[in-house]
């Protein structure tokens, strides 16, 4: 697996998958009728930010990471990062390749530490995999997420030092 910078070439690969899960309403905060351009405008981000893809041999691709400031000004030291894999490739570590090539770009772009804002609580695969890579639950906004078939849940958030 190669994970490299995304272009707008990706977007048609990325595009499906990513209107599943978001439409599916069970992982992201995002509006679940996002139209496909304000995806792209959200998604693929530009410099100093970085947006990335994990492909096969092929070419084909396999999941996509957005990495950026979580805040501005004097909290501009604090990365964040979004990951979406394509459900046909779950469970094959490109989740988890995303994340630790996203958390190596933080630490050598100078950012101090990793906050991830809206995790949403029995997400296990995803709590799971970020607290194996070092992330500690610092609070949960109860019922801050309703999930389309578990209800109001909370939404962790969670962070890790770099």
Partial sequence: MLIREATTEDWPAIWPFFHEIVAAGETFTYPLHLSETEALDWWLL??????????DDEG????TAKMN?????????IA??????DPRHSGQGVG??????TID?????????????AVVEGNDAAVGLY?????????TLPEGFNHPTKGF???HIMHRPL
């Fill in 105 to 117: 770009w933080a630490r050598a772009a100078g950012f101090r530490a990793m906050q991830f804002n």
């Fill in 46 to 55: 530009k410099p100093p930010n970085r947006t990335v893809v994990a492909v």
């Fill in 96 to 101: 988890r390749a995303l994340c630790v090539y």
């Fill in 60 to 63: 084909g691709v396999l999941g």
């Fill in 131 to 139: 607290r194996s890579l070092g992330f500690d639950v610092l609070g």
């Fill in 153 to 155: 849940v909370g939404l």
């Fill in 69 to 77: 400031n979580n805040h501005m000004g004097n909290g501009s030291h």
């Fill in 80 to 85: 964040s990062a979004s990951y979406m894999v």
